[in-house]
C-alpha cells in the first residue's frame, strides 16, 4: 500500500509542479518582454482603421473580435472553475462527511512536499491557505498569458482580414481606366504590401516572445494530461472525479486554443494571395501587374508560429499531442493497473 501512494504522489507531484513552474515563467516571460509587447500594440494601433469604410469591414471587425472575445471568455471562465473545483473538493468532503456525522479527515486541495507536518493542528490551515493562494497566481498567471497570446494573436488575424478585403479592392475601375486610377491603384498595392511586410514582422515578433514557452507548455500538457486521465480512472469518489474532469477539460482548453488561434494565423495570412489574385488586376498597368506578381509569392508561403521550432502551433498539432498523450495513457494503465488491482488507491491529488 505504501508503494502505490508513493506512485500516486509522483504523478500528483509531476502534474502540480509542471504546472507551477510554467505558469511561473509565464509571468517572468511577460515582465522580461513588456518592452516588445509594448512595441506591437503600437505597431497595432497605427493598423487600427480610423474608419470602417464598408459594411463588410464593419462586419470584419465586429464579428471577428466579438467571436474571438467569447472564446477567450468561455476558456477564462473554465480554468476560473477548476481552480474553485480543485481547491474547494476538501472542505465540500469535510462539511459531507460533517454531515453525515462522519469524522473528516485533513485533505489538502494537492500535495507538495514540506519540511514539516502539514497534517498538523497549526500547520495544517496555514498550508491550505498557503496552497489555495498559490493556486490563484498560477491559474491567474496562465489565463493573463494564454488570453495575452490571444489578444495579439486576434489583433494579427483582424489586420489580415482587412487586408485582404483592402486588396481585393485595390483596382478602381473596371472600365475607361484613367492614368489617375492606375496610380491610384498601384499606391494602394504599395501600402498594401507595405502592411503585409508590417504583419510578418508583427507576427515575428509574436513568436519570437511565446516560442519558448508554448515548447515547455506543449510538452509537459502532453504527460499531465495523461496523468490527468490515468488519475481519473483511479479515482473512486464522486468529488474526485469530477476534480480531474475539470482539470481534463481545462488542459484540453489550453491547448486547443493556443492551436486554434495559431491555425487562424496560418488561414488568414495564406488567404492573402487568393485575395489580391480576386482584385481586377486585368484591368491594370503593367507596372501594376508585375507588382501583383510580387505579392502573390510573398504571400503564398503562410505564416506560422512555432513552438521552439518543434511543434507548429496549429490544430494538425493538436491531434498530434492528443495521439502522444493516449499513447502514454494506455502504456501507464498497462503498467500499474495489474499490479494495483484490487488495491484502493489513495494519496496525493487521489482523494
Request: aromatic share 16%; charged share 15%; proline share 2%.
Amino acid at each position: 500500500m505504501t508503494d502505490a501512494i508513493n506512485i500516486w504522489e509522483i504523478l500528483s507531484q509531476t502534474l502540480v509542479w509542471t504546472y507551477f513552474t510554467i505558469a511561473m515563467i509565464k509571468m517572468y516571460v511577460i515582465m522580461t518582454n513588456r518592452n516588445d509587447l509594448a512595441s506591437i500594440i503600437v505597431q497595432f494601433e497605427k493598423l487600427w482603421p480610423k474608419t470602417v469604410k464598408t459594411s463588410v469591414e464593419k462586419e470584419i471587425v465586429e464579428g471577428y473580435m466579438m467571436a474571438n472575445h467569447k472564446w477567450m471568455s468561455r476558456y477564462a471562465y473554465l480554468s476560473i472553475s477548476c481552480f474553485f473545483v480543485v481547491n474547494t473538493t476538501p472542505i465540500i468532503l469535510t462539511i459531507y462527511k460533517l454531515i453525515l456525522g462522519e469524522k473528516p479527515e485533513r485533505l489538502l486541495p494537492f500535495v507538495t512536499w514540506f519540511p514539516f507536518n502539514e497534517y498538523g493542528k497549526i500547520a495544517y490551515p496555514f498550508t491550505y491557505i498557503f496552497l489555495f493562494y498559490g493556486s490563484h497566481v498560477s491559474s491567474a498567471a496562465s489565463i493573463c498569458y494564454d488570453s495575452l497570446f490571444c489578444m495579439l494573436i486576434s489583433h494579427l488575424c483582424l489586420q489580415y482580414k482587412l487586408l485582404a478585403e483592402d486588396l481585393r479592392n485595390t483596382v478602381a475601375s473596371t472600365k475607361n481606366n484613367t492614368d489617375t486610377n492606375e496610380i491610384s491603384s498601384e499606391e494602394r498595392l504599395r501600402r498594401g504590401i507595405e502592411r503585409h511586410q508590417l504583419l510578418m514582422e508583427i507576427r515575428n515578433k509574436i513568436d519570437s516572445i511565446f516560442t519558448d514557452v508554448f515548447f515547455l507548455n506543449f510538452s509537459s500538457s502532453t504527460f499531465n494530461i495523461c496523468i490527468v486521465g490515468f488519475l481519473f480512472v483511479i479515482q473512486k469518489g464522486f468529488a474526485g472525479k469530477v476534480k480531474f474532469v475539470m482539470m481534463l477539460l481545462t488542459l484540453l482548453a489550453q491547448i486547443f486554443l493556443l492551436c486554434w488561434y495559431g491555425q487562424e494565423v496560418v488561414d488568414n495570412s495564406s488567404a492573402i494571395s487568393d485575395a489580391v489574385y480576386d482584385c481586377k488586376w486585368y484591368c491594370s498597368s503593367q507596372r501594376f501587374r508585375k507588382m501583383i506578381i510580387y505579392m502573390i509569392h510573398h504571400s503564398q508561403i503562410p505564416q506560422k508560429l512555432f513552438a521552439l521550432k518543434f511543434w507548429e502551433i496549429t490544430l494538425y498539432s493538436f491531434s498530434n499531442l492528443l495521439k502522444a498523450s493516449w499513447s502514454y495513457f494506455a502504456l501507464l494503465n498497462t503498467v500499474l493497473e495489474e499490479r494495483y488491482l484490487g488495491i484502493h488507491p489513495k494519496g496525493g491529488l487521489l482523494t
